[in-house]
Nanobody, 120 residues
Framework: QVQLVESGGGLVQAGGALRLSCAAS????????MGWYRQAPGKQRELVAA???????NYADSMEGRFTISRDNAKNTVYLQMNSLKPEDTAVYYC??????????????WGQGTQVTVSS
């Protein structure tokens, strides 16, 4: 079993910053890509940013320059530093990980989500 646990969400004023964390645990052999997605009310879930085990990153256009994704491979943890937050960044943020288990099965896992609310 693999679990992803997110933390760091909350309420912040526009222009403020938050740092999200997501720790993966369980029967993990390796994690390739890790990413953050978000879903606002009434909208589809969208990619925020992703990072490979080698450190290659990609961002959604609207987040690049404000958000920074990073990871600690030794801790199986991915981070999302969010700066210059805007009310339109309000959403539930989900962690995603492409995991190969000890039994050599490979699957994508999701965290439970953490709420980020940006007030104007």
């Amino acid at each position: 079993q693999v679990q992803l646990v997110e933390s760091g969400g909350g309420l912040v004023q526009a222009g403020g910053a938050l740092r999200l964390s997501c720790a993966a645990s369980g029967t993990i052999r390796s994690i390739n890509r890790m990413g953050w997605y978000r879903q606002a009310p009434g909208k589809q879930r969208e990619l925020v940013a992703a990072i490979t085990s080698g450190g290659s990153t990609n961002y959604a256009d609207s987040m690049e320059g404000r958000f920074t994704i990073s990871r600690d491979n030794a801790k199986n943890t991915v981070y999302l530093q969010m700066n210059s937050l805007k009310p339109e960044d309000t959403a539930v943020y989900y962690c995603n990980a492409d995991v190969t288990t000890h039994w050599n099965t490979r699957a994508a896992y999701w965290g439970q989500g953490t709420q980020v609310t940006v007030s104007s």
